[in-house]
């Protein structure tokens, strides 16, 4: 191995640049560093991409001259460089809205359990909002209802609530189960096109000149009148409605009446609720 090396080197005196070293290049890192690379011999006899960096004793891809090019690099055991995914904890429970009887925001996180290093795969959003809207005030008064865009959701959310939970007007005795309004959207705004947060993405499937369920059911039904605020329910079809997504006020736009059904039996996609 010795004379290999000497007899590169004296190769590379004769005729510079022929032989591409971590001399040459000026090359000595830490670690595992993948741009700490030239195109030259490899102590293996092998002509291509060699390293000069630390990790390439373990790996078998020095250049011909890195031991005398880099005389202060020590090699380094395997778990110092290899690569470590970031790795998460599981989602906390989502937070209240942030503010009682007009539209906000609620929002969930999840703690790194271990950071990532060494080139290893980064985190994954560490926090996610949605839209929302309390209906009652902290004294557990009715509120919330009288705002006259029509803000909805995605038929999901619908899962999450509950009643009594967002409505204290609400008791487990009411068997009204809502009812259903298909609306066809007239117009919206870019806004709605340009959103691909997880839980917002659905704002992308609002089309103009589509027909579209809208589910009102407790906790958006007022518990005395039996009816989602924005509803629409008095126009006469040809009267311009308005709309806003929760989660992004700049998606919004206009829609008018189809009519009022039992039961929503349009797509996934074309569901939404009141909220």
């Not at 068997?175 to 007239?186: A, H, I, L, N, R």
């Not at 629409?232 to 206009?254: E, F, K, M, V, Y």
Request: overall charge positive.
């Amino acid at each position: 191995m010795r004379t290999l090396w000497m007899a590169l080197c004296a190769l590379a005196r004769l005729w510079p640049g022929t032989l591409a070293g971590c001399a040459e290049a000026g090359r000595c890192c830490p670690g595992r560093d993948a741009a700490c690379f030239v195109r030259g011999w490899r102590l293996d006899r092998v002509y291509g991409t060699c390293f000069c960096d630390q990790a390439c004793r373990l790996t078998g891809d020095c250049c011909f001259d890195y031991a005398r090019a880099c005389p202060g690099e020590r090699p380094i055991p395997p778990c110092c460089f290899s690569a470590r995914p970031c790795i998460v904890g599981e989602w906390s429970p989502w937070s209240g809205c942030g503010d009682q009887c007009k539209p906000a925001a609620r929002v969930r996180r999840r703690p790194v359990r271990q950071e990532p290093r060494n080139g290893g795969a980064p985190c994954p959003p560490l926090e996610e909002r949605a839209g929302c809207l309390d209906y009652s005030t902290p004294r557990g008064q009715d509120c919330g209802h009288s705002f006259v865009p029509a803000f909805i959701t995605t038929s999901a959310f619908n899962k999450e609530r509950t009643r009594q939970s967002t409505s204290p007007q609400w008791s487990t005795d009411t068997e009204d189960s809502g009812y259903c309004m298909e609306f066809k959207t007239e117009s919206l705004t870019h806004h709605c096109a340009l959103e691909n947060r997880p839980l917002t993405r659905w704002m992308q499937y609002l089309r103009e000149g589509y027909t579209v369920c809208v589910d009102c059911q407790p906790p958006a039904m007022n518990s005395v009148s039996l009816r989602c605020s924005g509803d629409g329910l008095d126009s006469d079809g040809n009267q311009t409605l308005h709309w806003q997504a929760i989660g992004n006020p700049r998606c919004q736009g206009t829609w008018k009446k189809v009519r009022r059904v039992d039961q929503c039996s349009c797509p996934a996609v074309h569901s939404f609720i009141f909220i």
